[in-house]
């Protein structure tokens, strides 16, 4: 008889059960890219009679015991008194999810800043639960910029990279030979929270060799070719396409200056003037003095 009452309990307090809310997070973690958006997910069960009256939602981001309000809705109605200035702008929830039982919300125009825990905590007539969500930003070492000077030491030239990004990466540098160099590289923080990284070789100017920087973590990289990118080498190729550049229009001008001249010719005539038969012929007319004119009319 006893055997059969402890069978029975399970089934007594199934109903019971059934109705406590549970919530489950549709990922654990996520990671985006800075500037960008995120859709973070929490489901939750069961659904009451009216899921948007019912249902009071919150979203706080936590890090190193410090805490910030990035959503808050209750009882179907969005608060934004309370949120933390770091997202106004930048949440939202979507509504029309509520009813299949989600509660997803979106992040946009994400920075580094925005790493960290987020607890989304679901509460309706059924009781209330919560779970947590790792979210991490990063910004790929994308953009790398290149400069080369020469420095104080006769025939040395400074190759530098530069680049922004995070978490901080590691720099390599390489010789056209896959040899690779020792560079001095340094590391400081922007007001973005981003690592700008700038690392240097010195190398030998008069040694033809190629030099590649590459950030390991986005494999973005810069070539510099020696001697060509020289800056006397540079200089010299400018100035051979200046003087390029000068005797095309010089030839330009000359070419049109001839061409009015010709034009200017043609109008006034220039030239012999063509018979039908196409024999060339100067016509002259000869004009009698007077006096020779009358003597005749005498003589007549």
Known sequence: MKWINILMLPALFQPCLQVMLTTTAEQTSYQAESGGSVLMGCRFFPLSQHPYEDLTVSWHWTSQARSREVYQMEKGQELNASQHSDFRGRTRLLIEQIKDG??????????????????????????????????????????????????????????????????????????????????????????????????????????????????????????????????????????????????????????????????????KGFGKNIEPDGASRTRRIFKLPESTSNSRAEQV
């Open 102 to 267: 989600w509660t997803k919300l979106q992040v946009t125009r994400l920075r580094i800043n925005d790493t960290g825990n987020y607890q989304c905590k679901i509460g309706t007539t059924n009781g209330a639960d919560y779970k947590d969500i790792k979210l991490s930003v990063t910004a790929p070492f994308k953009r790398v910029t290149k400069n080369i000077v020469k420095s104080g030491k006769e025939g040395e030239l400074v190759l530098t990279c530069q680049s922004e990004g995070y978490p901080k990466s590691k720099v390599t540098w390489e010789d056209n030979h896959r040899q690779e160099l020792n560079a001095s590289t340094t590391v400081v923080v922007t007001e973005d929270g981003l690592f700008r990284v700038t690392t240097q070789i010195r190398v030998e100017s008069s040694q033809k060799n190629n030099y590649t920087c590459t950030f390991n973590s986005s494999g973005s990289s810069r070539s510099f070719f020696i001697p060509e990118d020289t800056p006397q080498q540079k200089g010299n190729q400018r100035k051979g396409a200046v003087i390029i550049a000068a005797v095309g229009a010089f030839i330009r001008l000359a070419l049109i200056g001839l061409l009015i001249v010709l034009i200017h010719l043609h109008k």
